[in-house]
């Protein structure tokens, strides 16, 4: 049973334009919550992370957007680039682990 | 950089065979994992390492066991491979409990005929 959940399972979005996932989670033990990017044939890497007490966070053309109360996070890609086709996990973290979402496969058309 | 370097990239065994999938990372990362990669499934966790020799069960352990004698090397074992553990199996460290950022290898896909 998937602890946190992840939509959509994939999107198509124009050179340009807003990629935006969401995920969402039930237990409030969680403290952590990073986004994942991971290209064809390589490891997840790190792309951005949120604390809890935090309601926005952004990195570059990334932005992570956090609401407690609703039990919700999203990532939001700004301007995207074909360079940011790949597969993006959340994940939230509980007790030192890692659980992750299903993963949203982006492409980004030129 | 952190490396984590998983041996095998490829392999194919038959039901029943042991399998032993290796990980090493350089970084003198205390913590490490091992995930399991399925389409539409996300990333699982099978085990997880804090230390030397301790291990804890993650949310899939059954049909694995782990090993890690040395702190820079994480086993993972499968005693008996079935075909529905043909996977995409995921190694990550991390330097301490207290970190949040995780260092993934490549990835190692094993075929179970």
């Known amino acids: 049973q998937q602890q946190v959940k992840q939509s959509p399972q994939s999107l198509i979005v124009q050179k340009g334009g807003i990629s935006i996932i969401n995920c969402a989670y039930e237990?409030?033990?969680?403290?952590?919550f990073p986004w994942y990017q991971q290209f064809p044939g390589k490891g997840p890497a790190l792309l951005i992370a949120i604390r809890p007490d935090v309601s926005e966070k952004k990195e570059g053309r990334f932005t992570i957007s956090f609401n407690k109360s609703a039990k919700q996070f999203s990532l939001h890609i700004m301007d995207s680039q074909p360079g940011d086709s790949a597969t993006y996990f959340c994940a939230a973290r509980r007790d030192y682990k890692l659980s992750f979402g299903a993963g949203t496969t982006v492409t980004v058309r030129a | 950089d952190v490396k984590v370097t998983q041996s095998s990239r490829y392999l194919v065994k038959r039901t029943g065979e042991k399998v032993f999938l290796e990980c090493v990372q350089d970084?003198?990362?205390?913590?490490m994992f091992w995930y399991r990669q399925d389409p539409g499934l996300g990333l699982r966790l099978i085990y997880f390492s804090y230390d030397v020799k301790m291990k804890e069960k993650g949310d899939i352990p059954e049909g694995y066991s782990v090993s890690r004698e040395k702190k820079e090397r994480f086993s993972l074992i499968l005693e008996s491979a079935s075909t529905n553990q043909t996977s995409m199996y995921l190694c990550a460290s991390r330097l301490t409990l207290l970190d949040g950022e995780l260092f993934f290898g490549e990835g190692s896909r094993l075929t179970v005929l």
């Open positions: 970084m003198d990362h205390e913590n």
């Open positions: 237990n409030t033990a969680f403290d952590y």
